[in-house]
Nanobody, 118 residues
Framework: QVQLVESGGGLVQPGGSLRLSCAAS???????????YTWYRQAPGKERELVAR???????TYTDSVKGRFTISRDNAKNTVYLQMNGLKPEDTAVYYCYGASGAGGYWGQGTQVTVSS
């Protein structure tokens, strides 16, 4: 099995930056089978939404509201996926979750809180 652990959340002022990390641990076979990683977020009272996705081949997808501000990347040697968030806005406040998908199933992290406030 695979465990995903997010880190890097916190309180930041509008316009600031944060870098979230999602570290995978566990079965190396299962980790290598993960086809894509996705960052989701869920704000209070709202549904969970896709923020960014990166596939094994490196292609990426972003929701419109973060295009040009957020960048997803992965370091396969470290089994870690990152979400660089620049130009943060109060509406980016949410719990951010990492999800890894493979043919055998999916894995969720526990989430990390991001709060954008002055």
């Amino acid at each position: 099995q695979v465990q995903l652990v997010e880190s890097g959340g916190g309180l930041v002022q509008p316009g600031g930056s944060l870098r979230l990390s999602c570290a995978a641990s566990g079965s190396i076979v299962s980790i290598n089978a993960i086809a894509w990683y996705t960052w989701y977020r869920q704000a209070p009272g709202k549904e969970r939404e896709l923020v960014a996705r990166i596939r094994a081949v490196g292609s990426t997808t972003y929701t419109d509201s973060v295009k040009g501000r957020f960048t997803i990347s992965r370091d396969n040697a470290k089994n870690t996926v990152y979400l660089q968030m620049n130009g943060l806005k109060p509406e980016d406040t949410a719990v951010y979750y990492c999800y890894g998908a493979s043919g055998a199933g999916g894995y969720w992290g526990q989430g990390t809180q991001v709060t954008v406030s002055s």
